[in-house]
Antibody, heavy 120, light 106 residues
Framework: QLQLQESGPGLVRPSETLSLTCTIS??????????WGWIRQPPGKGLEWVGS???????YYNPPLKSRASISVDASKNQISLKVTSVTAADTAVYYC????????????WGHGTLVTVSS | EIVLTQSPVTLSLSPGERATLSCRAS??????LTWYQQKPGQAPRLLVY???NRAAGIPARFSGSGSGTDFTLTISSLEPEDFAVYYC????????FGGGTKVEIK
């Protein structure tokens, strides 16, 4: 069974860069076309797609975040990474990494999520 | 941006009852509509994709229907574990989520 685990600092200062890593285990990472995404959820609120990365390295970002978000893959470490620059309190959320079905945007495997708080 | 509006915001029902959840899109999303279930402190769980396809391992009491702008998730007979928040999501133009419907015990 595929398992995803997010990790990273729980507290980030305003204007700094949020950096998270998703480590994948229990599957053959990179052995078949794969589609990964980051979704976030502010405390007590709904879900927001941050962006996705496809097996060929193509990335897609939610337009409001496009200028600040960056997603990459390190296949040698079985990891997906997310960076969000110039964070504000509005970026405070639980961040989930997820793997999609082959259509790219229906997320079937999810990590447990990690809470990132932006505060001074 | 395609806006998804879910209704009702809260649905109060008893176990065994039928639940009908609605998701309306601000413009046509064809059949590119997905439903997730989320319980407190947990990640979302994929239930239905492409409007009516149940994901692997999802019980048959969950069914989805609709196309274009109007979609429905039906839970034919609520089990105790079905009380949760349900989100719809479209992938027709980028990816957006609805605000959620909370199904609570009456």
């Amino acid at each position: 069974q595929l398992q995803l685990q997010e990790s990273g600092p729980g507290l980030v200062r305003p204007s700094e860069t949020l950096s998270l890593t998703c480590t994948i285990s229990g599957g053959s990472f990179g052995s078949s076309p794969e589609y990964w995404g980051w979704i976030r959820q502010p405390p007590g609120k709904g879900l927001e797609w941050v962006g996705s990365i496809f097996y060929d390295g193509t990335t897609y970002y939610n337009p409001p975040l496009k200028s600040r978000a960056s997603i990459s893959v390190d296949a040698s470490k079985n990891q997906i990474s997310l960076k969000v620059t110039s964070v504000t309190a509005a970026d405070t959320a639980v961040y989930y990494c997820a793997r999609s079905l082959d259509d790219g945007y229906n997320f079937i495997y999810w990590g447990h999520g990690t809470l990132v708080t932006v505060s001074s | 941006e395609i806006v998804l509006t879910q209704s009702p915001v809260t649905l109060s029902l008893s176990p065994g009852e039928r639940a009908t959840l609605s998701c309306r899109a601000s413009q046509s999303v064809s059949r590119y509509l997905t439903w997730y279930q989320q319980k407190p402190g947990q990640a979302p769980r994929l239930l239905v994709y492409d409007a009516s396809n149940r994901a692997a391992g999802i019980p048959a009491r969950f069914s989805g229907s609709g196309s274009g702008t109007d979609f429905t998730l039906t839970i034919s007979s609520l089990e105790p574990e079905d009380f949760a928040v349900y989100y719809c999501q479209q992938r027709s133009h980028w990816l957006t989520f609805g605000g959620g419907t909370k199904v609570e015990i009456k």
